[in-house]
């Protein structure tokens, strides 16, 4: 347990660096319109408290997405776009690779794996029907591509809702939503999350080509805490 604990606290890191705050998406594309700015320019562009600023900022910094430059006042500047992509892309392979080799180790060790890593978009779409043909309570989705999802997976959706399961989505303020579901929107999203009863759930690469799956009800657990943090605001 020792182990699993620093290994989750590894991965929870990578997680949380694929979601912004409603502050920090607002400051993030103040600085894009800005290029580079002062705090109390930032704050008055994108619109959120002075006192919050700083903080708001040094935590951009932190996680890759703008720079500073030394001077008073400090000034910012938000990162280029691709070298953004290419650090989360990078963030996404370390995440599976981290997934991959917790299962490897538990498999060695003769004990039962709490994560599968599942290839193939196919197989990844199949893995999110599994898991919410077997929601009885509750099943949240968070996903960038909801478009795609509600042609392959609508059927699936409809279904969980007949059964009185609630179903939570977030996604994107540009998609629609199926009717019937509880709404989040967050414009910041990356992968593709899903957990159902608190007991099964996936994490998807951007283009579903794979997915890291456990029915193990900690690592769901975990995965839906994330989720309810990506919950911006509801509609």
Known sequence: MEDFEKELAEVSKYFESFAMTDYELRGFLALILLGASTPDTIAMTAKIPRTSTYKVLEKLEERGFITS????????KAKN???????????????????????E??????????????????????????????????????????RE???ELGKEIESAIT??????IVAPDNQRVPQGTRVFRNNSLIATDMV???SR??????DLSACGFSDNPL????????????SSRKI
């Open 201 to 206: 759930a996936l994490i998807a690469a951007p």
């Open 196 to 198: 159902s009863d608190g």
């Open 81 to 103: 776009i691709y070298e953004i992509r290419k650090n989360f892309s990078k963030n996404l392979d370390i995440l599976f690779e981290k997934l991959t080799d917790m299962s």
């Open 105 to 146: 180790l538990l498999t060695q060790q003769g004990l039962p794996q709490l994560i599968y890593t599942i290839y193939g978009r196919d197989r990844v779409l199949e893995k999110m029907k599994e898991v919410l043909n077997s929601a009885e309570r509750f099943a949240s989705i968070s996903t960038p591509k909801l």
């Open 219 to 230: 690592l769901a657990e975990h995965i839906n805490s994330y989720i309810e943090m990506l």
């Open 149 to 151: 999802l509600r042609q």
């Open 69 to 76: 430059l030394e001077g008073r006042p400090k000034v910012f």
């Open 163 to 168: 059964r009185n399961v609630t179903v939570s």
